[in-house]
């Protein structure tokens, strides 16, 4: 799995530099797939190192890990996607799957953008463009009105989302569930079972209390 991503061709150019620069990335592959690797690995030992290492230390090291392109930058992306990662790990290994098919600067922007957006991203299952993380990041950090204008916008929103699903199901509509349709099934049927989870905890702790002070 290549998480330092082949380059990306436009569909623009021209075929001769298309065909070229598909050859360039037939090369790199294995290399880069080596590279990911030995790159996670550096990078885990450094961060943990970094716990507890002095600031001098640290300073010290700095220059020779930007050499290897781990940069302060680098890590902190890093940590962001592990936070994403331990904030969201009772969600599917098919979902975990298709976000570690992205690179590193891929799965910081998903990471960072809204999560109903993500899953809905992962629904449709393609690995997601730049154009696409673009405008995720130009609709999570557009500016808002407050109270009712902001739900106006937020209910706008659902109604898209699902205009989307129900024009996806259509499309895919035969006489056996599609792909898309048991992967939204299996969404939805997640979410229930949390629910009920967490309805069982509170009743759970709520005997707990009660039968500590001895009610």
């Known amino acids: 799995m290549i998480h330092n991503e082949l380059i990306q061709i436009d569909t623009h150019i021209d075929q001769q530099s298309s065909k070229e620069l598909n050859e360039l990335n037939l090369k790199l592959k294995p290399y880069l797939i080596e590279y990911d690797r030995c790159k996670g690995a550096i990078s885990f030992i450094y961060s943990e190192w970094l716990k507890t290492a ?44 298709w976000f570690d098919s992205h690179g590193i600067d891929k799965q910081y922007q998903l990471a960072k953008a809204n999560f109903n957006d993500v899953v809905v991203l992962w629904s449709i299952g393609d690995k997601v463009s730049h154009e696409t993380l673009k405008d995720l990041k130009n609709k999570t950090h557009q500016p808002t009105n407050k109270d009712k204008e902001k739900r106006s916008e937020i209910a706008l929103s659902k109604e898209e989302l699902l205009d989307m699903v129900k024009a996806e199901l259509v499309k895919e509509r035969n006489k056996e569930p599609s792909p898309f349709e048991l992967r939204l099934r299996e969404l939805i049927f997640h979410e229930i079972k949390l629910r009920e989870d967490q309805k069982r905890e509170s009743v759970e702790r709520q005997q707990e209390k009660r039968s500590y002070v001895g009610i």
């Open 54 to 97: 002095s600031k001098p230390s640290r300073i010290y090291a700095q220059p020779f890990l930007n050499e290897l392109g781990i940069s302060k930058g680098y890590i902190s992306k890093l940590r962001a996607v592990n936070a994403f990662r331990e904030e969201n790990r009772t969600e599917p290994d098919n979902f975990f799957k």
